[in-house]
């Protein structure tokens, strides 16, 4: 029932955007591009975040999706997020403030009636329209900037994308790579863990034989040759365990496509 309330809802969705120059663009691309920079989103700062908002609400605004709701909230936090960038572009002379902190300028309008009331019984003397500077921590505004594209990205998928291309798409790419991705990994695990071992084995070796020379008692160009020389063996030792895993492996001719692993029950 959930299911097919969420086929409805994600049809619908798709239905009622109209044809843009984003229909155009191949379905895979289009997935492919989305979830790769929703990926990328957590790692951008504040002001490419900014950045990309302002560029993502001019796109939304061109879609015209909902004509009088665009106009009237589009158009408001478009020309809030430009304020808001340029409030931050000018330097203040403190700078924690600066650096820690935003300030955004909000123009709050109340109703005449509330206005009145406050004004009677609190003996404050309040206009219709009021501006206020909020300042809050930036890793607030990231966190709602980064929410505010990821609703805009995700949106923006379901106008242009039917949800069914998205299914098929991951499934189709799941299903072509699954089996070598998986062989690929295991094969690696078996030669890395075998490898570290190996490595942390040397570097124990290693340590436990400066130890028992009494480094201590050493002069320091002593000291730097032995040091020297332990480096340079882990290094020789390294170079040749990776001549030696590459030689087996192209010898006997072993690859992701031709590797089984059992498992083994005792």
């Known amino acids: ?15 009622i955007s109209p044809t843009t120059w984003i229909h155009r663009i191949p379905y895979h691309k289009r997935i492919s591009f989305i979830f790769i920079f929703l990926h990328l989103l957590p790692y951008l700062n504040y002001e490419h975040l900014l950045i990309i908002t302002i560029f ?11 004509t009088q ?24 002379k403190n700078q924690f403030f600066y650096k820690d902190l935003i300030s955004l ?27 206020y500077i909020l300042i809050l921590p ?26 069914e291309e998205i299914v098929l798409y991951y499934l189709i790419q799941y299903m072509n790579y699954q089996n070598n991705i998986s ?14 071992i190996t490595f942390i084995n040397k570097i124990h070796i290693a340590i436990t034989a400066i ?7 050493m ?3 002593k000291q730097y040759f032995l040091y020297y020389y332990a480096i340079k063996n882990i290094l020789i030792f390294i170079e040749e365990d990776i001549y030696r895993v590459t030689s087996i492996l192209y010898i006997r001719e072993i690859q992701c496509t031709n590797i089984t692993i059992v498992d083994v029950n005792y």
């Open 138 to 163: 930036k890793f607030i505004v990231r966190a709602i900037l980064i929410i505010i594209l990821y609703s805009i990205l995700i949106k923006l998928l379901l106008l242009t994308t039917l949800y």
């Open 105 to 131: 300028l909000i123009n709050i309008d109340m109703p005449h009636f509330i206005i009145q009331n406050l004004n009677k019984h609190l003996y404050l003397r309040i206009i219709i329209k009021s501006s």
């Open 69 to 92: 709701y665009t106009e009237n909230k589009c158009y408001i936090f478009f020309i809030s997020l430009i304020a808001c960038l340029g409030t931050n572009i000018t330097k203040v």
């Open 211 to 217: 130890r028992l020379r009494n480094i201590n008692n």
């Open 183 to 196: 062989k690929e990994i295991n094969l690696i695990l078996v030669l890395g863990y075998q490898f570290i």
């Open 1 to 15: 029932m959930l299911i097919n309330l969420f086929q409805i809802a994600f049809l619908h969705t798709y239905i």
């Open 56 to 66: 993502y609400v001019i796109m939304a605004n061109c879609i015209k999706i909902a």
């Open 219 to 221: 002069f320091y160009l």
